[in-house]
Nanobody, 125 residues
């Protein structure tokens, strides 16, 4: 059984930074591609970023490229999302997701098999 637990969300002002963490337990973390998604009220879940097992591939949504950075520490079974220059439109519940093996990490939520419970990020103007 794979479990993902996000943390690090909170209420910040526009321009501030936050770092989200997602700890994965239950299987070999280094064999999983990892992704971050977000969902704002009334909107569909959208892709934010993804990182491959070996960190060789990183992908970002256009809306966050240059502001957000995804990284992972395989020794700590943790994936991070560093969010800088936050904007009110970044307000959402942020979810981490995992998929074992399989090509390069996808931007589609349906590709991922495991999900965390989400952490709320609220950015005030």
């Amino acid at each position: 059984q794979v479990q993902l637990v996000e943390s690090g969300g909170g209420l910040v002002q526009a321009g501030d930074s936050l770092r989200l963490s997602c700890v994965v337990s239950g299987r070999t973390f280094s064999s999983y591609h990892m992704g971050w998604f977000r969902q704002a009220p009334g909107k569909e879940r959208e892709f934010v970023g993804a990182i491959s097992m070996s960190e060789g591939v990183r992908r970002y949504a256009d809306s966050v490229r240059g502001r957000f950075t995804i990284s992972r520490d395989n020794a700590k079974n943790t994936v991070y999302l560093q969010m800088n220059s936050l904007k009110p439109e970044d307000t959402a519940v942020y979810y981490c997701a995992a998929r074992e093996l399989g090509g390069i990490p996808s931007t589609s939520s349906s590709w991922y098999g495991y999900w965390g419970q989400g952490t709320q990020v609220t950015v005030s103007s």
